[in-house]
């Protein structure tokens, strides 16, 4: 089958096509979307009969050895009157203790896919089901470029990184702590932490989880950005939670838990389990404590208001047995997420699992071998929320400007990936070969010239060239290149509009609030 359209409408369609790109690298607009609709199948690791002893493992750690819970009363009160059996362990702790099946029964209320509301309503994002969200790291203390090297991050480098978030389309959601600005005291730093990802992005985001009247502040700007009636009635904020691994859930992560849920926001459940420290060596061990852990946090939302969005996680880690330093991007924690999403699947929940993850110490090589060993287990394991997708190394005490504009490229990639291969009468190509027929190259052929600008995915970085062009043009490394990219994106970088009377309603908030406090720096 040919292209019927006439040349010349051809030409002018190439023509029209070019107005909306430039000659750089990287632009791949057909495979820019507000989320991913992943078109292939994710990757069932385990049979039936290995799942259910997972299953049945996290039922047991969950009955016989139970969950510690600290410092809230109002959660205790919530598993204990949902049929919980809950035993005083100390002041203010409780061990808690559920019968096989009593979790998964309250987690039937949690949405098996929600939309995450961002300002601009084209970046709305789905979690769940067939959708894929990618966002940027979160939490590292440190910064470093290949400039001034490895520091504390202040809120200049975190206004900067929600920026290059921003500026790619690889990315969906501008994420939340991507460095902690210790420029800013820690009790009023989530202000300005809030307030940066509303100014400089228009996608959606997460809040602040450090105490609860954080997570309340975090919601009520939101009030102020989106209006208070739509907060009540669709998500647009996140908290991420941690448990205390192993088994104990803390009162600040609790009480946070319930304030998301409360107001019907989303929350993320993740145990950060590190191998022979916090968890089981064996894989299969640390995935049914994972499991184990965060259905436990995850009923406190439902419990709290059944149906605000939920989202299982598992942050699994390995260890090096030689010196005792968590390792990332290792072949066993790939695994692991792999039947995270199986289980997952089971739950009807959505997940967040892995990342780009590295424990270099330098954009380099061992950076991105570690990250897509990590990353494609996500991707492959189904998960529907993957935090970590830009910036993580130094195992995740530092974000890199330079690794972040790699990792931002090989997410471009992965869209073209997660498309699949579509067959029909127009892919299949025999028209090509038809045209000129047997030993003629098929440059000019009209598949050829329908299909150039869309058939393979073009990186923003790499460089394909001859070994005597690249020397010629000065022999620039990987690195190198996402040094200068990183640095022309923040130059040219344009903050997307906001209307001024939010603007300054948020900006009064924020300094009403400041000033009701002293300045704690610890």
Same mark, same amino acid.
């Given at each position: ?261 409360? /107001? @019907?926001?989303?929350?993320?459940? $993740? ?6 420290? +916090?968890?089981?060596?064996? =894989?299969? %061990? !640390? ?102 997708? /830009? @910036?993580?190394?130094?195992?995740? $005490? ?6 972040? +504009?790699?990792?931002?490229? =090989?997410? %471009? !990639? ?109």
């Amino acid at each position: 089958m040919t292209d019927q359209t006439p040349a010349r409408s051809r030409r002018a369609r190439r023509s029209s096509d070019k107005s909306t790109r430039s000659a750089e690298p990287g632009q791949n607009l057909h495979l820019r979307v507000p989320y991913i609709t992943r078109k292939i199948p994710a990757y069932d690791l385990l049979g039936e009969e290995a799942l259910e002893k997972i299953e049945a493992t996290a039922d047991r750690i969950l009955a016989e050895i139970g969950i510690e819970l600290r410092d809230d009363e109002e959660s205790m009160k919530l598993y204990k009157k949902a049929g919980a059996q809950v035993s005083d362990v100390r002041a203010n702790t409780w061990n808690v203790r559920f019968e096989p099946g009593m979790l998964r029964e309250i987690l039937k209320t949690a949405p098996a896919r929600f939309t995450q509301h961002a300002r601009n309503p084209a970046n709305n994002v789905d979690i769940g089901g067939d959708a894929m969200v990618f966002a940027p790291a979160y939490g590292s203390p440190f910064v470093m470029d290949m400039d001034n090297g490895r520091r504390y991050g202040t809120i200049q480098d975190f206004q900067n990184l929600i920026k290059l978030g921003q500026s790619s389309p690889w990315l969906h959601h501008s994420g939340g702590t991507i460095c902690e600005p210790t420029d800013i005291p820690v009790n009023k730093r989530h202000l300005d932490m809030v307030y940066s990802h509303m100014r400089y992005s228009d996608r959606a985001f997460l809040g602040s989880i450090t105490a609860p009247e954080r997570a309340a502040d975090s919601i009520e700007m939101c009030r102020i950005l989106f209006g208070a009636d739509f907060v009540d009635q669709n998500c647009v904020i996140m908290g991420n939670f941690n448990t205390t691994s192993p088994l104990v859930i803390d009162g600040v992560t609790a009480s946070g838990i319930r304030t998301y849920a409360a /107001a @019907g926001q989303g929350s993320i459940h $993740l145990p950060f389990l590190l191998g022979g420290a +916090v968890s089981p060596l064996t =894989m299969a %061990g !640390a995935v049914a404590q994972c499991l184990a852990e965060s259905m436990a946090s995850c009923a406190i939302a439902q419990l709290t208001r059944p149906g605000a969005p939920t989202i299982l996680a598992g942050f699994l880690s390995s260890m090096s047995l030689r010196s005792g330093s968590p390792t990332f991007g290792t072949p066993e924690p790939a695994l692991g997420s792999l039947v995270m999403g199986q289980l997952a699947r089971r739950l009807n929940m959505p997940l967040r699992c892995a990342g780009n993850f590295s424990t270099s110490k330098a954009p380099d090589g061992q950076a991105m071998q570690q990250a897509m060993m990590s990353m494609m287990s996500a991707v492959q394991g189904g998960a529907n929320y993957i935090l970590h997708s /830009a @910036g993580f190394v130094d195992g995740l $005490l530092s974000m890199s400007y330079e690794k972040f +504009v790699m990792d931002t490229d =090989m997410c %471009g !990639a992965l869209h073209s990936y997660l498309a699949g291969i579509e067959v029909n009468e127009d892919t299949l190509g025999f028209d090509a070969l038809a045209q000129n027929g047997p030993g003629e190259h098929m440059f000019g052929t009209d598949h050829t010239l329908r299909h150039y600008e869309t058939a393979y995915w073009d990186s923003g970085l790499n460089d394909d060239q001859t070994h005597e062009t690249w020397f010629e043009q000065g022999s620039a490394d990987y690195a190198t290149r996402a040094n200068k990219r990183w640095k022309d994106i923040l130059n040219t970088y344009e903050a997307p509009a906001m209307d001024d009377a939010t603007d300054e309603a948020l900006r009064e908030f924020i300094d009403r609030k400041k000033a009701s406090m002293p300045d704690a720096w610890y």
